[in-house]
T-cell receptor
C-alpha cells in the first residue's frame, strides 16, 4: 500500500500564481485533512473532509479551497499565492476511530 | 476556538524518563492523541486515549484526565532516536462526525548522550 501520497514534494511559486497540491490515499479512509506547518510551529488545520462531496473549514481556510469528488483524492487549491502561504503542507487521512496517516509533505515557497 | 498547550522544549539524557504535558480547551472533546515528528519528516501516530487513565505501548505511555482537560506522554528508557517533536492532538466532534483533529504547537525533545 502506498498510504497517503502528496505531490509535488517541493514547489516555488511567484506571488499571484495559483497551484493545486495533490493528495491521494489508497486506504479507503473517509476522513481527509490538510494542514500547514510553519517553522517551529504546530500543525494548523486548513480544511477537512468527512467523505466524498463533504468538506468543511478548519482554523486557517482563507486563501485556500478544496474539493472531494472521490474517496481517494483531496486536492488543495491556492488561487492567488501570497508570501504568507510559504509553509510545509501535510495531507492526512483516517477512518472514524483510528489514527491519522500523513503524507510526506509539500514544501511551498512563495516569492 | 481551540487551544492546546504543551511545553516548547524538553531535554533529557539517554536512559532517562521524560513527561510531556498537554492541556486543552476545545469546543467538544472525543479523545487525545500523540504524534511524533522527526526533522523534515511527517508526523506519525504514537498513542491515543479515549478514556481516563493510562495507555502503555512499549517505552511510551500516555495518560488522560478528562475532568482536568489534561494529558501527558511519558517516554521511558530514552534513546537518541527519540529526539524529535511531539504533538498532542484532540478529536473534536462536529455534528454527527468526529471530523476535526487539532494539534498543539509541539514539544521539541532533545536527548543527550
Amino acid at each position: 500500500n502506498a498510504g497517503v501520497t502528496q505531490t509535488p514534494k517541493f514547489r516555488i511559486l511567484k506571488i499571484g500564481q495559483s497551484m493545486t497540491l495533490q493528495c491521494t490515499q489508497d486506504m479507503n479512509h473517509n476522513y481527509m485533512y490538510w494542514y500547514r506547518q510553519d517553522p517551529g510551529m504546530g500543525l494548523k488545520l486548513i480544511y477537512y473532509s468527512v467523505g466524498a462531496g463533504i468538506t468543511d473549514k478548519g482554523e486557517v481556510p482563507n486563501g485556500y479551497n478544496v474539493s472531494r469528488s472521490t474517496t481517494e483524492d483531496f486536492p488543495l487549491r491556492l488561487e492567488l499565492a501570497a508570501p504568507s502561504q510559504t509553509s510545509v503542507y501535510f495531507c492526512a487521512s483516517k477512518k472514524e476511530n483510528t489514527e491519522a496517516f500523513f503524507g510526506q509533505g509539500t514544501r511551498l515557497t512563495v516569492v | 476556538g481551540q487551544s492546546l498547550e504543551q511545553p516548547s522544549e524538553v531535554t533529557a539524557v539517554e536512559g532517562a524518563i521524560v513527561q510531556i504535558n498537554c492541556t486543552y480547551q476545545t469546543s467538544g472533546f472525543y479523545g487525545l492523541s500523540w504524534y511524533q515528528q522527526h526533522d523534515g519528516g511527517a508526523p506519525t501516530f504514537l498513542s491515543y486515549n479515549g478514556l481516563d487513565g493510562l495507555e502503555e505501548t512499549g517505552r511510551f505511555s500516555s495518560f488522560l484526565s478528562r475532568s482536568d482537560s489534561y494529558g501527558y506522554l511519558l517516554l521511558q528508557e530514552l534513546q537518541m532516536k527519540d529526539s524529535a517533536s511531539y504533538f498532542c492532538a484532540v478529536r473534536v466532534p462536529r455534528g454527527s462526525t468526529l471530523g476535526r483533529l487539532y494539534f498543539g504547537r509541539g514539544t521539541q525533545l532533545t536527548v543527550w548522550p
